[in-house]
């Protein structure tokens, strides 16, 4: 078994990230955001040469099905579809999650107090399939709903291997609860939806069953697919909905990963509920857990909040300068 490279240090030194008033608008407005180049090239081609090290079984980590004998690149990719949560198993993974350039726009969208939740790695071989639309909040409930995705792209991400497609402005709708009680919604809302057949990571293009393709189809003018390239970043919402459509190449994989967020003052029972997750920065009155390789986050040093005595709270505002930055909430009495 070779050398695991996830162990070496992150190979470059990260410039914060800034968001500007407009990306924030964008994002608020449309439900997504496409940040370009957050990732560098040098980190790209570390974790490129990381997934070739598990496709090939070069290195073995406990959960990941090893290579069968004798099996193809492409059977090996097909056998790779999608893997789960290992950050707590390979420290490149934890570095990719506590991502500082990440957890700069991050902080931005949702506030400055940030749990990171989940991570998973897509590996779409030619011919896969895709993912039905879905809305992450379905799956990762936060009270406040304050979820976030980042889908960093590895490979170049465009319509022909199986990009994503964004319902621009379905950022506004309800999350719709499955009829089975799995998820949640608003179920005092009137008349809403029940919906089934949702997910799943492998349906066809039609995904004829889907619950939410009525209210997909209201979207469908402005359905925009997510055109990036390695080291972009795709920030969206807990409500939007999305789907990727099937990999109609026959010699380009799509290589994705996937963070999860939220902000570290909501309240979740999922994944074993707060005290599983990591504090990236900021602070929260809740419990957290601790990266498990030591990657430098807030967890590791909590910053002063409200919950501290004596310390002053902030949240994100647009700057003079027409950029977003953590500043302290005003002290005047409010009238309308």
Request: net charge negative; glycine share 10%; proline share 9%.
């Amino acid at each position: 078994m070779i050398e695991d490279r996830s162990l070496l240090e992150s190979p470059t030194t990260h410039v914060p990230y800034q968001v500007s008033v407009d990306e924030y608008r964008s994002f608020r407005r449309d439900g997504y955001l496409i940040a370009r180049g957050v990732v560098s090239p040098e980190e790209i081609a570390e974790m490129k040469a990381h997934i070739e090290d598990l496709i090939s079984g070069r290195l073995e980590v406990e959960g990941i099905e090893p290579p069968t004998p004798g099996a193809t690149l492409a059977e090996n990719e097909q056998r790779l579809l999608r893997i789960h949560m290992m950050h707590d198993r390979i420290p490149l993974w934890e570095r990719w999650m506590l991502h500082p350039r990440v957890l700069d726009i991050v902080a931005a969208l949702i506030g400055p107090d940030v749990l990171a939740m989940q991570t998973m790695m897509f590996i779409k071989a030619p011919g896969s399939d895709g993912q039905g639309f879905h809305q992450d909040s379905y799956y990762i409930p936060t009270f406040p709903d304050t979820l976030i995705g980042a889908w960093i792209a590895i490979d170049p991400a465009d319509t022909e291997n199986g990009c994503l497609w964004m319902s621009k402005g379905s950022n506004a709708e309800p999350i719709y609860p499955p009829s089975h009680g799995y998820g949640y919604g608003d179920w005092g809302l009137k008349d809403i939806l029940e919906v089934e057949n949702v997910g799943g990571h492998s349906n066809s293009d039609e995904d004829p069953l889907n619950g939410l393709k009525p209210v997909a189809s209201d979207y469908k003018p402005v359905e925009t697919p997510a055109i990036m390239e390695p080291g972009d970043v795709a920030f969206f919402g807990g409500h939007i909905l999305h789907r990727s459509l099937s990999n109609k190449t026959t010699d380009r994989t799509r290589k994705s990963f996937v963070n999860h967020y939220c902000n570290a003052r909501s309240y979740t029972t999922w994944g074993g509920g707060n005290e599983c997750h990591i504090l990236a920065r900021g602070n929260t009155h809740m419990p957290y857990a601790q990266p498990k390789f030591g990657t430098p986050c807030a967890a590791l040093d909590p910053k002063p909040s409200l919950s501290d005595r004596g310390a002053v709270p902030t949240m994100m505002m647009a700057t003079p300068d027409g950029m977003m930055g953590a500043q302290p909430p005003g002290e005047e009495e409010h009238e309308d």
